[in-house]
């Protein structure tokens, strides 16, 4: 059963976006809080969230003060934005501090409903008219892609080259022995270091430059032997 938590002190946006995820997952345990503090008590009783979706406009929040007091407390929990503010330096601003995805108020639910499926798979949703800062094509962008792959962690690493071979998330979680969630929160991190915003954009950018992946975890079936495709 996929969990969610919804924070947002207004009842008919938590209503829709309870909606939004029935729609994929009629299952979903779903959990409400009305402010950070409330959220954070949540949290303390019920760890194991799949996905938080934060509206940014809270009693006991300004700006990003919210967001930052939840990836403190939980960095591994993947956090989604829900703003009503569309503006794109505002959205660039969520992305550079990890959010998993900025999702405008103003999205239908069928939309609402697609984004949220991508955040859990593991990819940063964006609104459709969304630009990021594009660099130039050639060897300089290269050395930028370069440089962010130093900011990732070995399990990083070891994470982006599975997703590079075509693992999926479970096969990497089995092949890593981790947790599918912890492989999740690894990937939302990975496409956040290097500016990307989905899995099958890194694995295009990575796979045009060399790749060094450092040595597997012991007792990893990597380690074992086991052949990759």
Excluded: C, W
């Amino acid at each position: 059963m996929t969990r969610f938590l919804i924070i947002d002190d207004h009842p008919l946006f938590r209503e829709a976006l309870g909606n939004a995820v029935r729609l994929a997952h009629p299952d979903a345990e779903i959990f409400e809080a009305l402010s950070i503090a409330d959220a954070l008590s949540t949290l303390a009783l019920e760890p194991d969230i799949d996905l938080a979706l934060l509206d940014l406009t809270l009693p006991d929040a300004i700006g990003f003060s919210g967001f930052r007091r939840l990836r403190a407390a939980h960095p591994r929990l993947p956090v989604a934005i829900v703003s009503s503010d569309e503006d794109q330096n505002v959205v660039r601003e969520a992305l550079s501090l990890g959010a998993a995805g900025y999702l405008p108020k103003s999205t239908s639910k069928r939309e609402l409903t697609s984004a949220i499926e991508r955040v859990l798979s593991g990819s940063i949703s964006v609104p459709k008219d969304f630009v990021p800062v594009v660099e130039r094509h050639g060897k300089g962008s290269s050395r930028a892609l370069q440089a962010r792959l130093e900011e990732l962690t070995p399990q990083q690493l070891r994470v982006l080259d599975l997703i590079r071979r075509g693992y999926q998330n479970r096969e990497i979680a089995g092949e890593l022995q981790l947790a599918e969630s912890t492989v999740k929160a690894h990937i939302t991190e990975i496409l956040r270091k290097l500016r990307l915003f989905s899995r099958n954009k890194a694995v295009i950018e990575i796979g045009k430059i060399a790749l060094n992946v450092p040595a597997d975890r012991q007792g990893s079936r990597t380690a074992s032997g086991r052949k990759h495709p």
